[in-house]
């Protein structure tokens, strides 16, 4: 990068919103309809795809989402862009209700709100050449920065490691890390204060992941820039996020700051997932046995959900009340300011090894029981 390379800056923040935070969600709901029916198709149920999500973002956090797939992470992120358009519940940005704001209402906030997609290889227009493609937001808004857009697309790719001499290149000359790169760069045209990352990595090769990575991490230190960071990986997230939501079947069931949720986990799923994570070590101290927990089954249907809590059905912890009361998101006792978990009979804040390992699994546990013997 060269010295007299300049950044975008942050817009102002107004008085006012430095008190609230820069995006909040209330409730949020989003059903798709099922259809079904010969020769008429009628609504016969929904997909309950995200099922009363509460959570906010500062100005300048970065706020991680991570579940496996089909928990309503992508969903999520779709909404708070206002790419979908929610059921019920509110989306509240600086301020400003845009649970249902219409294209008009939502003109002035656009550009504020942008989104990094998943697939790098899809989501660039293959007609198009790179400074077309990030000039376009630039363009679509009416905004012409000093010195022109093709100025201001150059000093964009030299900001996300490419060459700007790039700029009349298609996406098809460019490799899956540096597509994601364009696409970063697309985001940051128009200077945003939110950008919704949706999977940015999960389509990398490992060695490209980290370099992707830590440029958003770079934007998001030098430019104040919020980050709504969707993952199923929990080493990626727990690199980049300072806080931590996690995701079941379209509901938040614990969410907390990075250390507290990574080493300090209530909920048996957060349990369960982190102990399958492909890593040495989750805490400080070499060698610390982790625990090791084996799920059976996949997630429910989310048409047809589990009454009370939806991990019950596979959680070894599951009683009467679990089926009959949906347990509340509150902080439990023992937990820090802001860790919040929703289980009646939550675990203990800890990830050391236990006695002896839950194995849900009935193949798995039968398989290593004749390993054994």
Known sequence: MTEDLVLPTPRETDGDAASQPLLKVSGLVKHFPVKGGFPIRRTVGAVQAVD????????????????????????????????????????????????HANRKQLAPIRSEIQMIFQDPYSSLNPRQTVGKIISGPMEINGIDPEGGR?????????????????????????SGGQRQRIGVARALALEPRLIVADEPVSALDVSIQAQVVNLLQKVQRELGIAFVFIAHDLAVVRHFSQRVAVMYLG????????????????????????????????TEGEGQQRERIRLAGDVPSPI????????????????????????????????RDGHLTACHFPEEPTIEAREEDIVLDPALAALEEDQAG
């Open 52 to 99: 009363g999500l509460d959570f906010q973002v500062a100005e300048g956090e970065s706020f991680g989402l991570v579940g496996e797939s089909g928990c309503g992470k992508s969903t999520t992120g779709r909404l708070i862009t206002r790419l979908l358009e929610p059921t019920r519940g509110t989306i509240t940005y600086r301020g400003r209700d845009i649970s």
């Open 150 to 174: 093709e100025k201001r697309v150059r000093e964009l790719l030299e900001i996300v490691g490419l060459n700007p001499e790039h700029y009349n290149r298609f996406p098809h000359e460019f």
């Open 304 to 335: 047809s959900p589990p009454s009370g809590c939806r991990f019950r059905t596979r959680c070894w912890k599951a009683q009467d009340k679990c089926a009959a009361e949906e347990p509340p998101l509150i902080r439990l006792s023992g937990n």
């Open 251 to 282: 509901k938040i069931i614990e969410v907390g700051d990075r250390d507290s949720i990574y080493t300090r986990p209530r909920h048996p799923y957060t349990h369960a997932l982190l102990s399958a994570v492909p890593e040495v070590t989750l």
